[in-house]
């Protein structure tokens, strides 16, 4: 009985860790030409400041990683284009029916948007052109969120976008929380990578035909 008992303390504990969510909050501000972007991530007590980080440049790092990515590039551009045209036809072929029910579950049942607020001012000197900013800025914004609704789930949001005909004037921000879980990414990742396995495949039988 001990054992079992082990066995479903460790089961309760996976499941408690793969299914508590994580939640990954983004927010921007523009104003007089000053940006200010946060990312946070929030994982039960764990809370993460990913922007703004600190970076640290090592110089010699930096050209070695470089000097690495133009070798690579060479070797890419070896290639013969037929070749590169051929593989990228196959994938489309083999994979695209996959590719694209990926993209649906990602939204469907791995994201959920918890907070959706976008606010803007938009001025541009010129009655004329103000209204049409304002159009598209609108047109934009409605669309994502029709997009949202359409694909996942959306509990919260608000959108608060005005013209200003008096002057120049290009203000805004938003603040976006998206929730996950350990669980759905497992799932997603496992997808995509039977995906790259395909792709991979390909390309190595049209390498050793070529």
């Known amino acids: 009985?001990?054992?079992?008992?082990?066995?479903?303390?460790?089961?309760?504990?996976?499941?408690?860790?793969?299914?508590?969510?994580?939640?990954?909050?983004?927010?921007?501000?523009?104003?007089?030409?000053?940006?200010?972007?946060?990312?946070?991530?929030?994982?039960?007590?764990?809370?993460?400041?990913?922007?703004?980080?600190?970076?640290?440049?090592?110089?010699?790092?930096?050209?070695?990683?470089?000097?690495?990515?133009?070798?690579?590039?060479?070797e890419k551009s070896k290639r013969p284009l037929s070749q590169t045209i051929e593989l990228a036809r196959e994938v489309i072929d083999v994979t695209w029916d996959d590719i694209k029910k990926l993209i649906r579950d990602l939204f469907a049942r791995t994201l959920a948007v918890k907070k959706f607020y976008v606010s803007a001012k938009i001025g541009t000197g010129d009655a004329m052109y103000t209204g049409i900013a304002y159009g598209a800025a609108n047109a934009f914004i409605y669309g994502l969120l029709g997009f949202i609704e359409n694909h996942t789930r959306l509990y919260d949001w608000r959108v608060d976008i005005?013209?200003?005909?008096?002057?120049?004037?290009?203000?805004?921000?938003?603040?976006?929380?998206?929730?996950?879980?350990?669980?759905?990414?497992?799932?997603?990742?496992?997808?995509?990578?039977?995906?790259?396995?395909?792709?991979?495949?390909?390309?190595?039988?049209?390498?050793?035909?070529?």
């Open 1 to 74: 009985m001990t054992a079992v008992y082990i066995v479903l303390i460790i089961a309760a504990v996976i499941a408690l860790i793969i299914f508590i969510p994580i939640d990954a909050a983004f927010s921007v501000s523009y104003a007089e030409k000053n940006a200010d972007v946060c990312l946070t991530v929030k994982y039960f007590p764990i809370k993460l400041n990913i922007l703004p980080a600190k970076v640290k440049k090592d110089i010699k790092k930096d050209a070695e990683k470089d000097a690495e990515k133009e070798k690579k590039d060479i």
């Open 162 to 210: 005005n013209a200003n005909y008096d002057g120049f004037v290009i203000e805004g921000g938003a603040d976006i929380t998206v929730r996950t879980r350990i669980s759905s990414v497992l799932v997603i990742g496992f997808k995509a990578a039977v995906i790259l396995l395909k792709i991979l495949k390909i390309n190595r039988r049209l390498k050793n035909n070529g």
